[in-house]
T-cell receptor, first 115, second 113 residues
Framework: AQSVTQLGSHVSVSEGALVLLRCNYS??????LFWYVQYPNQGLQLLLK??????LVKGINGFEAEFKKSETSFHLTKPSAHMSDAAEYFC?????????????FGTGTRLKVLA | GAGVSQTPSNKVTEKGKYVELRCDPI?????LYWYRQSLGQGPEFLIY????????DSGLPNDRFFAVRPEGSVSTLKIQRTERGDSAVYLC???????????FGPGTRLTVL
């Protein structure tokens, strides 16, 4: 069965510092991978997705993620944190085999940006 | 264009009552998904519709939960005999076709007293 692990339920960075949010997946075949952001009392907004094209994926708001098959990872990065990046971030996996299209989410990482 | 909308945004009910949660997907999207997000957790899959039919309902926790999509657009999630453990945010998502990127609504926060 597929699963997603997000290391660190809370991450704090200073404004202007590098943001690194970790995501590892478990799957017998490379899945599709997603990062979503959730602001307080709002739904999930897609940041970026990997669907077996380029392994380095650029998303909105300056975020990017790199798919590393050998490490089964899809870590999210941003070179310079902004106060507006404070939110909860979810990594999700979707199987590429047919029959089901549900997303399996990690437990989330809450990002705090310090002034 | 308009995104996925969900009503109500908040619902407070008493244990044992029946509730209905509504989802309006993005116009033209054929696939619709329901997820449940408990406090401090990621969303968990409940059910997925392709058109009018439930293609995968493996995530429904028990037979108190039921969902319909009679005309292939709007969907209603129905919960009978609500329990305090049903308290969560219920998220709806839609995609143009199955397997395409899912776009999420703002959710309905259900509180069972």
């Amino acid at each position: 069965a597929q699963s997603v692990t997000q290391l660190g339920s809370h991450v704090s960075v200073s404004e202007g510092a590098l943001v690194l949010l970790r995501c590892n997946y478990s799957s017998s075949v490379p899945p599709y991978l997603f990062w979503y952001v959730q602001y307080p009392n709002q739904g999930l907004q897609l940041l970026l997705k990997y669907t077996s094209a380029a392994t380095l994926v650029k998303g909105i708001n300056g975020f990017e993620a790199e798919f590393k098959k050998s490490e089964t990872s899809f870590h999210l990065t941003k070179p310079s944190a902004h106060m507006s990046d404070a939110a909860e971030y979810f990594c999700a996996v979707s199987p590429t085999t047919s029959g089901t299209y549900k997303y399996i989410f990690g437990t989330g990482t809450r990002l705090k940006v310090l002034a | 264009g308009a995104g996925v909308s969900q009503t109500p945004s908040n619902k407070v009910t008493e244990k044992g009552k029946y509730v209905e949660l509504r989802c309006d997907p993005i116009s033209g999207h054929t696939a619709l998904y329901w997820y449940r997000q408990s406090l401090g957790q990621g969303p968990e899959f409940l059910i997925y519709f392709q058109g009018t039919g439930a293609a995968d309902d493996s995530g429904l926790p028990n037979d108190r939960f039921f969902a319909v999509r009679p005309e292939g657009s709007v969907s209603t999630l129905k919960i009978q005999r609500t329990e305090r453990g049903d308290s969560a945010v219920y998220l709806c998502a839609s995609s143009l076709i199955p397997g395409d990127t899912q776009y999420f609504g703002p959710g309905t926060r259900l509180t069972v007293l």
